[in-house]
């Protein structure tokens, strides 16, 4: 079946790194995908999304990374904040491209 | 900028009993999503509409019902709840299909007992 998973459950970094969060799919028809952040308390927000015709894409801070050759996807925030510590979520299309299916997400703890 | 608003924020509910989950969006937008998150989980799709009048099964339908008579409105219907719907409840809505970004409410915290 469809399923979105990432590899670590959580990932804890100090002040300054650079981070990378990971994430496995299944579904090779995927074409889009898409990294969300969520505070404590509050509904996903957008950070970066990524389609299936292109490997690389850059934001603000952040690089979402996609290799369809193994199904992987992954999320660089250079300069982690403390700011930054969240729940991430990889996200992929599903097979009828009508709605977005979630992995489990990434807790990440920047420390000062 | 409201985007998407769910009220309640926080509700508790006794087995058995029935309430409305309310979402409303302002951007147009003809996607709209129920989703459900238990505690350290990832997003699990209810029921999704691309257009007024028109609804469909995600992964977890059943307990749940919901309609789509406009656009902006996107309700979620718990007939009986169970102690298993305890969770958080986002909405969300987008402009295309899923792949585009979709815009998620605040959630809804809810408690069965």
């Known amino acids: 079946g469809e399923s979105v998973g990432l590899h670590l459950p959580t990932l804890s970094v100090q002040e300054g790194d650079n981070s990378i969060i990971n994430c496995a799919y299944s579904n090779s028809a995927s074409d889009y995908f898409i990294w969300y952040k969520q505070e404590s308390g509050k509904g996903p927000q957008f950070i970066i999304d990524?389609?299936?015709?292109?490997d690389k894409r850059q934001g603000q801070r952040v690089t979402v990374l996609l290799n369809k050759t193994v199904k992987h996807l992954s999320l660089q925030i250079a300069a982690t904040q403390p700011g930054d510590s969240a729940v991430y979520f990889c996200a992929e299309n599903d097979r009828a491209g009508t709605a977005l299916i979630f992995g489990k997400g990434t807790t990440l703890s920047v420390s000062s | 900028n409201a985007g998407v608003t769910q009220t309640p924020k926080f509700r508790i509910l006794k087995i058995g009993q029935s309430m409305t989950l309310q979402c409303a969006q302002d951007m147009n937008h003809n996607y709209m999503y129920w989703y459900r998150q238990d505690p350290g989980m990832g997003l699990k799709l209810i029921y999704y509409s691309v257009g007024a009048g028109i609804t469909d099964k995600g992964e977890v339908p059943n307990g749940y019902n919901v309609s789509r008579s406009t656009t902006e409105d996107f309700p979620l219907r718990l007939e009986l709840a169970a102690p298993s719907q305890t969770s958080v409840y986002f909405c969300a809505s987008s402009s295309g299909t899923a792949n585009t970004e979709a815009f998620f409410g605040q959630g809804t915290r809810l408690t069965v007992v």
């Open positions: 990524i389609r299936s015709n292109m």
